[in-house]
C-alpha cells in the first residue's frame, strides 16, 4: 500500500516564503503530485515530478527526492490567496493516493 | 466548457436510502474517478475507470458502485445508505493520453446520511 506524510498546518506572512514537506511510502512509484484546495472548493493541480529535482511553475516549485521518498512545495512571494489547503500526491500505478494535507494559512 | 460537472450539489439522505450521484464531463477523457473527502481530510479514492466499460475498485469501495456506459459519464451509487457515508463527494478525471497526474475535479457533492 501507500502512505504520505505531511504537516497538518503551517503558518506564514504575506510575501515570504514556506516549504510543505511530503514524505511517502509505497509499493510502486511513478511520480508525486500537488494540489491546491480553498475552503470550499475543489483541488487544482499544481505540479507533477517524475524525476528528482526541482520543477518550476510561476512562484510555485516542486522538489523530489526518489531515492529519499521525499519531496516539498515551495511557494515564494506568498498572497493571501495562497491560504488553503495543499495535498501531495503519489502516482503508484493507475490511481492516486492523496497525503491528509497541509493547510497553509498566510496573515498580514 | 463546463469541465467535470456533479450533481446533486447537496443532499440530506435518510440511512438505508439509495441514491445515485451524478458526474459529467465534457473533456473526452478515458479516465475518471470518485473520491471521498471527510472534514478536515484528505482525498480517498472509492471507485474508477480507466476507460468506458471499464471499472476498478480503490481504496475504500464498500458500499458504493460505479458503472461506465459512456465516456462522458461516470455514476456513483450507494445501495443502502450508512451513516458514515456522510462525506464530501468529488468527481475527477484525467487524460490519459498526457498525465494521470493531472487530474480535474468537479465542484463536489456535500452528502449527509441521518
Known amino acids: 500500500g501507500q502512505s504520505l506524510e505531511q504537516p497538518s498546518e503551517v503558518t506564514a506572512v504575506e510575501g515570504a516564503i514556506v516549504q510543505i514537506n511530503c514524505t511517502y511510502q509505497?509499493?510502486?512509484?511513478?511520480?508525486l503530485s500537488w494540489y491546491q484546495q480553498h475552503d470550499g472548493g475543489a483541488p487544482t493541480f499544481l505540479s507533477y515530478?517524475?524525476?528528482?529535482g526541482l520543477e518550476e511553475t510561476g512562484r510555485f516549485s516542486s522538489f523530489l527526492s526518489r531515492s529519499d521518498s521525499y519531496g516539498y512545495l515551495l511557494l515564494q512571494e506568498l498572497q493571501m490567496k495562497d491560504s488553503a489547503s495543499y495535498f501531495c500526491a503519489v502516482n503508484a500505478g493507475n490511481m492516486l493516493t492523496f497525503g491528509g494535507g497541509t493547510r497553509l494559512m498566510v496573515k498580514p | 466548457t463546463a469541465g467535470i460537472t456533479q450533481a446533486p450539489t447537496s443532499q440530506i439522505l435518510a440511512a438505508g436510502r439509495s441514491m445515485t450521484l451524478r458526474c459529467t464531463q465534457d473533456m473526452r477523457h478515458n479516465a475518471m474517478y470518485w473520491y471521498r473527502q471527510d472534514l478536515g481530510l484528505g482525498l480517498r479514492l472509492i471507485h474508477y475507470?480507466?476507460?468506458?466499460?471499464?471499472?476498478g475498485k480503490g481504496e475504500v469501495p464498500d458500499g458504493y458502485s460505479v458503472s461506465r456506459a459512456n465516456t462522458d459519464d461516470f455514476p456513483l451509487t450507494l445501495a443502502s445508505a450508512v451513516p458514515s457515508q456522510t462525506s464530501v463527494y468529488f468527481c475527477?478525471?484525467?487524460?490519459?493520453?498526457?498525465?494521470?497526474?493531472?487530474?480535474?475535479f468537479g465542484p463536489g457533492t456535500r452528502l449527509t446520511v441521518l
Open positions: 515530478n517524475a524525476l528528482d
Open positions: 509505497t509499493s510502486g512509484f511513478y511520480g
Open positions: 475527477a478525471s484525467s487524460d490519459e493520453g498526457t498525465s494521470l497526474n493531472e487530474q480535474f
Open positions: 475507470s480507466n476507460t468506458a466499460g471499464t471499472t
